[in-house]
Nanobody
Framework: QVQLVESGGGTVQAGGSLRLSCAAS????????MGWFRQAPGKERDFVAR????????DYADSVKGRFTISRDNAKNTVYLQMNSLKPEDTAVYYC???????????????WGQGTQVTVSS
């Protein structure tokens, strides 16, 4: 199976930016639709973004549209989440995820990283 490791989290001021990385091993990420999810304390895990296997298609939660960008570099076996104009409500543990399902049918994800903490201070 594929193993996923997130990095790049940290603490930033509101309005700042962070870029999260998800490094994969064990399998080529080109085999997977990739996604980012987040979970704030006491809340459900929420979908943030997904990207098709080739990178041609993306989808975002309404709460992050226009601020976050998901991208992938299949040659580096890495997926990214560029987060701009961060808000305190973006504070959460961010998880990278993968599914073998094609983009159109990628509603649930099968493989997960351990998460990286993002804290946005006001």
């Amino acid at each position: 199976q594929v193993q996923l490791v997130e990095s790049g989290g940290g603490t930033v001021q509101a309005g700042g930016s962070l870029r999260l990385s998800c490094a994969a091993s064990g399998r080529a990420i080109s085999l997977y639709t990739m996604g980012w999810f987040r979970q704030a304390p006491g809340k459900e895990r929420d979908f943030v973004a997904r990207i098709s296997k080739s990178g041609a298609s993306t989808d975002y939660a309404d709460s992050v549209k226009g601020r976050f960008t998901i991208s992938r570099d299949n040659a580096k076996n890495t997926v990214y989440l560029q987060m701009n104009s961060l808000k305190p409500e973006d504070t959460a543990v961010y998880y990278c995820a993968a599914t073998s399902r094609v983009f159109t049918y990628a509603r649930t994800f099968d493989y997960w990283g351990q998460g990286t903490q993002v804290t946005v201070s006001s």
